[in-house]
């Protein structure tokens, strides 16, 4: 054999344990067999500030075990032991209501046991349909109507739902009076303490004489539950002249307003 093939068979073979030896892997690479696909869409997802659980909503029936209603449900799937428990059924394993739509829900607290949501709920028989807040203990399997309170009894929620990483507060709005400088109809933001079932009302006027001026309709929380913000038209939350639709930053050590979208 000439001796330049020999050099050559010599290098590619080197060449072929250095491939191998450097070969990349998918991430997303199973290990095993994933089992059979869901026959649901998945319709929206939001991870616990320590990315470990996950909630999503889905209309599969074939995530958990007796989960045959073909009715959209909202779980929490937990990435470090591989399981999936779903949060919209009570600790007997029943639904709320024979008509049962989610709206909005919260990311998983980060220990895993609490997630909260809003959903639309038509009662038995028909009739008008009710926006209720759930707050959902993935240990106990207990499941309560967190929008209750003691003077106004139950009432709707607007739609969006933040649930503090230590679940110690939901925040939302709504268009019930629970203070008394809420006295219309528009919707304002509202805290829940949850230790004492006490509400705030956070979207006060820059003189603490009333509520907001014009509606509040979703927002978001920062990550350590402090500051707040959502987009509203209302005038009457700073004492600086505003026209329009405005970004506003609440702050919940301060208590006080600012406005980030105009100087």
Do not use: C
């Amino acid at each position: 054999m000439p001796y330049k093939i020999i050099i050559m068979l010599f290098l590619m073979i080197i060449s072929h344990k250095q491939v191998n030896a450097q070969a990349l892997h998918w991430l997303s690479q199973p290990n095993g067999q994933l089992g059979a696909e869901l026959n649901g869409d998945v319709y929206s997802a939001k991870t616990s500030a320590n990315g470990r659980f996950i909630a999503f909503v889905s209309a599969a029936s074939n995530i958990v075990a007796g989960d045959n209603n073909q009715i959209s449900a909202l779980f929490v799937y937990d990435s470090l032991n591989n399981t999936t428990r779903r949060a919209t059924k009570t600790a007997t394993g029943e639904i709320p209501a024979d008509s049962f739509t989610i709206l909005d829900f919260s990311k998983p607290t980060s220990d895993g046991q609490w997630v909260a949501f809003t959903a639309l709920v038509g009662p038995p028989g028909g009739g008008p349909s009710t926006r209720p807040m759930y707050l959902k203990n993935l240990n106990t399997g207990a499941l309560e109507v967190a929008s209750f309170d003691s003077v106004a009894g139950a009432f709707d929620v607007s739609g969006s739902v933040h649930l503090a990483d230590d679940a110690g507060s939901l925040t939302f709005t709504t268009s019930e009076n629970l203070d008394p400088l809420h006295t219309d109809s528009r919707h304002n933001l509202y805290r829940k303490d949850l230790s004492t079932n006490q509400y705030t009302l956070l979207s006060k006027s820059f003189d603490n004489t009333a509520g907001v001026n014009k509606s509040i309709s979703s927002f978001s929380v920062s990550a350590n539950n402090r500051y707040i913000a959502f987009a509203s038209r209302a005038t009457n939350l700073t004492a600086d002249t505003v026209v329009g639709n405005n970004g506003y930053l609440y702050d919940n050590v301060s208590g006080t307003f600012q406005v980030f979208t105009v100087k």
